[in-house]
């Protein structure tokens, strides 16, 4: 007899397995933003072209390629008020030291916690041989890869 | 508003379709037994009081290395086939989602009826059931550690301190259960249970930054969404207040 109550309960099962809906984080939702970093010429101040041999973020081993041309997109240590970069330029090796606060924001459950930086006043550079000559901030505030948030002299 | 309005034949078409259905299921069954004793027709038929434990949750906790968490359950007859019922209980579990570690822990108390659709056989005492529940849930959810949403992996994107990485506490969830299950006297007083639930989300307070992913005794929580589920699987020892014939 209860066999036949089974069927009831197994589409109430199918019914609630069926209600669940898959969380996939949306393409083109909120995400953590690298810092932007542009170039310009120490003495003129107008914008530079550069071309780094090669970018190394300091605790890691692998090497991010070199690049051309007026900014570079880096990403910043979400776990972590500060972020060090070794760039390689004509053979010459210059840490950039780029102290941020880190804020972690809510979305939803499937795309989880981002990330937003505010760049801290006390960003430095490093010399080893020196080919920065200064490291400035334009726009502290990392919510967007829109802005140029530091310029780096040389 | 034709369209809505056929759109509303429809559905009413399904729920009586449904019914319909329902009845033939059940019109058989009640062929089988017609044969078994009338009940006495009494307004008020206390007979008996259920109470018992669930078997899934203290296996789920020790499974997964939590603290204990358990449920109680009981049940009240009041009549011939309407019985008050409710389940308190409480919960501890360290949950690993697709972005966020976190621990929920917190107490529940359901409190609602469940209305019996078997008819027995004499002697028999099982029990084929709807119910609907009212719940409140107290609790809080820790974040343990998770994983920062990003573009770019060069870096670790995991934060396991310092950050969001906080209890959030006093958190509160209300909801309506609608329960159906089956109770079987497997030996003298002694049965076993299982009972499906259908939860519907009434309120809950939000923490700052976060979102109540789990909410012990309505469990997982999906996004832009307040309906969910639950099981739990019986066991219950009744005591009977007048003696079986």
């Known amino acids: ?154 | 508003m034709i369209q809505f309005l056929m759109k509303k034949k429809q559905i009413f078409l399904f729920i009586i379709s449904f019914i319909f259905s329902l009845n033939s299921i059940f019109s058989q069954t009640e062929n089988t037994e017609s044969d078994s004793l009338k009940k006495k027709d009494k307004l008020l038929n206390i007979n008996k009081l259920r109470f018992g434990i669930d078997l899934s949750n203290p296996i789920i906790s020790s499974s997964n290395d939590d603290n204990l968490s358990y449920e109680i359950v009981g049940d009240l007859q009041i009549t011939d086939d309407l019985y008050l019922a409710g389940e308190y209980g409480s919960i501890d579990r360290y949950i690993e989602d697709e972005n966020i570690n976190f621990n929920s822990v917190g107490n529940y108390l359901k409190i609602g009826f469940d209305y019996n659709m078997f008819n027995n056989w004499v002697g028999m005492d099982n029990s084929i059931y709807v119910g609907l529940r009212y719940a409140s849930s107290s609790f809080s959810n820790k974040v343990d550690s998770y994983t920062v949403r990003s573009g770019d992996a060069y870096f670790s994107n995991l934060v396991d301190n310092g950050y969001e990485n906080i209890t959030h506490n006093n958190l509160n969830g209300n909801w309506i259960e609608i329960v159906t299950g089956v109770k079987v006297e497997t030996f003298k007083n002694i049965y076993l249970g299982i009972s499906l639930r259908l939860n519907k989300l009434l309120s809950d307070t939000k923490p700052s930054n976060f979102d109540n992913l789990f909410i012990p005794g309505f469990n997982k929580v999906t996004d832009d969404n307040t309906w969910g589920s639950g099981f739990n699987y019986t066991l219950t020892y009744s005591i009977p207040f007048k003696k079986r014939k």
């Open chain 1, 1 to 154: 007899m209860i066999k036949r109550y089974h069927n009831i309960l197994f589409l109430f099962v199918i019914i609630i397995l069926g209600c669940e809906k898959d969380d996939i984080c949306i393409e083109g939702s909120e995400n953590t933003s690298r810092i932007t970093i542009g170039f310009i010429d120490y003495n003129s101040k107008g914008p530079k072209s550069i071309s780094l041999e090669s970018i190394r973020g300091i605790g890691l081993d692998s090497v991010i390629e070199g690049i051309d041309g007026n900014d570079l997109k880096l990403p910043l240590i979400a776990s972590s008020n500060k972020t060090e970069y070794i760039l390689e330029y004509n053979k010459v090796l210059d840490t950039v030291t780029i102290h941020h606060q880190t804020i972690h924001k809510y979305l939803n459950r499937s795309c989880g916690y981002i990330s937003n930086f505010i760049v801290k006043s006390d960003t430095e550079i490093s010399k080893y041989h020196g080919w920065i000559k200064e490291v400035s901030i334009e726009n502290d505030s990392i919510f967007n890869e829109e802005k140029t948030n530091i310029l780096i002299h040389y």
